[in-house]
T-cell receptor, first 118, second 115 residues
Framework: EAQVTQNPRYLITVTGKKLTVTCSQN?????MSWYRQDPGLGLRQIYY???????DKGDVPEGYKVSRKEKRNFPLILESPSPNQTSLYFC?????????????????FGPGTRLTVL | GENVEQHPSTLSVQEGDSAVIKCTYS??????FPWYKQELGKRPQLIID?????GEKKDQRIAVTLNKTAKHFSLHITETQPEDSAVYFC??????????????FGAGTRLAVHP
C-alpha cells in the first residue's frame, strides 16, 4: 500500500529535550516536506527536500532541523524543543514533476504527529 | 512571496444546500491550485485540483473555478451531506528561486453541514 508514515503519532516532552519525528514514504517520491498545523494558521511549511541531500527552509524553519540521507526518509529534528513548538505536524511527499515540465503534483500526507512541549 | 487568503474561516449550511469557499492568491506565476479536505483527526487529502490553463473543473458534487485575471479560485460543493463536514484547505503552487515547486496553503475553512 502506497503511504506516508510518521512516528511517533503522539508525543509529550519537556523543554530542551531533543527529539526526532520520523517520516517515511514508499512511493519513491523525490519531494518531501514538513508542515505544522496550528488553529487559524492552516498548514505552514517548515522544511522541504527536493531529493536526497537536498533540503531547504520553508516558511517557519526556526528551531527545526531535517536531513535527507535516503530517498524514503525525511526526519524532523527538534534539538531543543520549546512550548511554542507544541503543534500538529504533518509530513508529506510527492513526485517532483517540475523537472519533467509538468506543473502539478499531488502531495500525500502522513497521519500526523501531535507534539506537546511542556 | 506567494500569499493565499481563504474565506470564510467557518461555514455552516443545511444538508442539501450548496457551499462555496473562496481563495485569493498574490503570485501571478502560480499555476496549480489544489483543494484538500481534512476530516476531524485525520490527514489532509486531495479532493480536486485545477491548473491555470483551465477555468473550471468538476467531479460529481464538487467543482473548482479559477479566475486568473482576478487571481482567485473557488470550491463549490452542491447538495451538501453531513459527511462533507470537514476543514477544507486551498493551496497555490509557486516556483521558488531555485526552480522548485512549493505549495502555499490557505488558513482553512471549517464546514459544518447540519442534517
Amino acid at each position: 500500500e502506497a503511504q506516508v508514515t510518521q512516528n511517533p503519532r503522539y508525543l509529550i516532552t519537556v523543554t530542551g529535550k531533543k527529539l526526532t519525528v520520523t517520516c517515511s514514504q514508499n512511493m519513491n517520491h523525490e519531494y518531501m516536506s514538513w508542515y505544522r498545523q496550528d488553529p487559524g494558521l492552516g498548514l505552514r511549511q517548515i522544511y522541504y527536500s527536493m531529493n536526497v541531500e537536498v533540503t531547504d527552509k520553508g516558511d517557519v524553519p526556526e528551531g527545526y532541523k531535517v536531513s535527507r540521507k535516503e530517498k524514503r526518509n525525511f526526519p524532523l529534528i527538534l534539538e531543543s524543543p520549546s512550548p511554542n513548538q507544541t503543534s500538529l505536524y504533518f509530513c508529506a511527499s510527492s513526485q517532483n514533476k517540475l523537472l519533467q515540465g509538468i506543473s502539478n503534483n499531488e502531495q500525500f500526507f502522513g497521519p500526523g504527529t501531535r507534539l506537546t512541549v511542556l | 512571496g506567494e500569499n493565499v487568503e481563504q474565506h470564510p474561516s467557518t461555514l455552516s449550511v443545511q444538508e442539501g444546500d450548496s457551499a462555496v469557499i473562496k481563495c485569493t492568491y498574490s503570485d501571478s506565476a502560480s499555476n496549480y491550485f489544489p483543494w484538500y479536505k481534512q476530516e476531524l483527526g485525520k490527514r489532509p487529502q486531495l479532493i480536486i485540483d485545477i491548473r491555470s490553463n483551465v477555468g473550471e473543473k468538476k467531479d460529481q458534487r464538487i467543482a473548482v473555478t479559477l479566475n486568473k485575471t482576478a487571481k482567485h479560485f473557488s470550491l463549490h460543493i452542491t447538495e451538501t451531506q453531513p459527511e462533507d463536514s470537514a476543514v477544507y484547505f486551498c493551496a497555490a503552487k509557486r516556483v521558488s528561486s531555485g526552480g522548485y515547486n512549493k505549495l502555499i496553503f490557505g488558513a482553512g475553512t471549517r464546514l459544518a453541514v447540519h442534517p
